[in-house]
C-alpha cells in the first residue's frame, strides 16, 4: 500500500510541477487573464484575488473586522492567510513585495 501512496503522490507533484511551469510562461497581463479564464471559474479566480486582497489588508495591519468589510470574506478564511503568513513558505509577503515593487518602482538609497 505505501508503494501505491508514493506513487499517487509523485504523480501529483509532476502534475502540479506542470501547472506551476506553465504559469511562469506567461509574461503579460493578457496572457494570465486568458489562461486563467481557462483553467478556472469566475469564482475560484474572485476567490484566489479576494485572499491575496486579505494577505495585503494583513500585511498592512488591518484588523479581521476591516478586512470582512472591505473584502467580503470570512474570518476563518483571513484566519487561515494569517496563518499561512505567519507559519508558511512565505509566498503571500513575497508576491505582495514584489507586486508592490512593480507598482512603486523607487530606487533605495
Do not use: W
Request: aromatic share 6%; charged share 30%.
Amino acid at each position: 500500500m505505501a508503494v501505491h501512496t508514493t506513487k499517487c503522490k509523485i504523480a501529483k507533484k509532476e502534475k502540479s510541477d506542470r501547472l506551476y511551469k506553465a504559469i511562469l510562461t506567461l509574461e503579460t497581463e493578457e496572457e494570465c487573464y486568458n489562461f486563467f479564464e481557462d483553467l478556472c471559474t469566475v469564482k475560484e479566480i474572485s476567490d484566489m484575488a479576494q485572499r491575496l486582497e486579505a494577505a495585503k489588508l494583513l500585511l498592512g495591519g488591518s484588523t479581521y473586522d476591516q478586512i470582512v468589510k472591505a473584502v467580503e470574506i470570512s474570518t476563518a478564511t483571513i484566519s487561515r492567510i494569517n496563518r499561512c503568513i505567519q507559519y508558511g513558505s512565505g509566498g503571500y509577503r513575497a508576491t505582495i513585495e514584489k507586486v508592490r515593487g512593480t507598482q512603486n518602482p523607487q530606487k533605495q538609497e
